[in-house]
């Protein structure tokens, strides 16, 4: 454990660093907060800090950085969450009282507007339609051997699928599927659909089967949302790393997984290498769950360098996730 001069001066190096992405020197270092002793005193506890691996001095005459066990003990034993100022507040509430349409929608737009109030990456991972419940379903036909199969579920979001019908189904084949389906569907969850009742009609029967097969496969997928990805280009001087998180951002699977690990290891925030994704190394993850009737329905994060403003990032994820769950219980 660190005493409190040198956690002092950790602190202050961090919060530099982060405000500047310059190597700090000892100079900078003296008067600040907490502080409050002279530059050869600084340097003296900046080496006992390098030694301990708390910071790392890139070229020899340069200044410190802090290493992600620097940002660690930053985030542990010095960051609280904190407040958002007023204003940002009252922009976030406004966002979600206003908030109408279809889920995707606001999924999508609250990615942006996380990216917005942070300047990095912004990451939204939806509830699946699995867990929740249906209000109508609707047959629509495309073409002889086309139709759609629209769901409506009961926070206004829509699963839509493509599937094969037979030559010979009428329009009245389809009719009769979409009154079986949703008189059968109505308040139940796509994830317990079994002991579906026959309708007596074979071809309307099929429709069903083959309908509810395929929606069930597509409702257990997590809705991925990603705003402000433009954000990495201007994070990182190295490009080959910028290609690495932008390249990685673009697969659905490892996102939306590294954000579930997370939530269920309890982090909120992840630095480095602790996350695991190897071509995400350089950066942080802050996330938090979306909890909808008192169950975790999805996740709220942000990835930025690990030089992130932790206390803003933390907020701000706190302040969106806990407005976006409110709104989901009210819809």
């Known amino acids: 454990m660190l005493d409190d001069r040198k956690t002092a001066i950790l602190s202050a190096v961090v919060q530099e660093y982060i405000a500047t992405a310059q190597p700090v020197g000892s100079t900078h270092i003296a008067d600040a907060p907490g502080v409050r002793v002279s530059s050869a005193t600084v340097r003296n506890e900046m080496a006992v800090l390098e030694q301990e691996g708390y910071l790392v001095q890139p070229h020899t005459s340069a200044g410190r950085i802090p290493t992600d066990k620097g940002y660690r003990f930053f985030v542990d034993n010095l960051v609280s969450p904190g407040r958002l100022d007023q204003a940002t507040r009252q922009q976030v509430g406004e966002f ?10 606001m999924l999508y737009r609250t990615s942006d507007l996380l990216a917005h109030l942070t300047n990095y990456a912004a990451i939204v991972v939806g509830p699946r339609a699995e867990a929740l419940a249906v209000r109508t379903v609707q047959f629509v036909a495309l073409s002889s051997t086309l139709a759609t199969v629209v769901v409506v579920l009961g926070n206004g979001s ?10 010979d189904v009428t329009d ?29 009609d074979a071809a309307v029967d099929r429709l069903c089967e083959v309908a509810l097969s395929t929606v069930r496969r597509a409702s257990g997928s997590e809705h991925l949302y990603i705003g402000g990805s433009s954000a990495m280009a201007t994070a990182f001087d190295a490009v080959d790393i910028v290609r690495d998180v932008l390249r990685t951002l673009e697969e659905q699977f490892i996102v939306v997984s590294l954000l579930g690990d997370l ?20 950066c942080s993850v802050v996330v938090s769950p979306i909890v ?8 709220v994060g942000v990835l930025g360098p ?26």
Do not use: C, K, W
């Open 96 to 105: 979600f009282r206003t908030a109408h349409g279809r889920l995707e929608e």
């Open 158 to 167: 829509v699963e839509s699928q493509t599937i094969d019908i037979d030559a």
């Open 263 to 282: 939530v269920q290891r309890g982090m909120s925030v992840a630095i480095g290498v602790e996350h695991g994704v190897e071509p995400l190394s350089a």
């Open 306 to 331: 690990t030089r992130m403003n932790y206390p803003q990032a933390l907020a701000t994820v706190e302040v969106v996730s806990d407005q976006l769950g409110r709104r989901l219980e009210e819809s």
């Open 292 to 299: 909808v009737d008192g169950e975790p329905r999805g996740s």
């Open 172 to 200: 009245n084949h389809l009719a009769g599927a979409t009154a079986h389906l949703s008189a059968q569907l109505h308040g139940r969850t796509l994830g317990d659909t079994s002991g579906i009742d026959s309708s007596g």
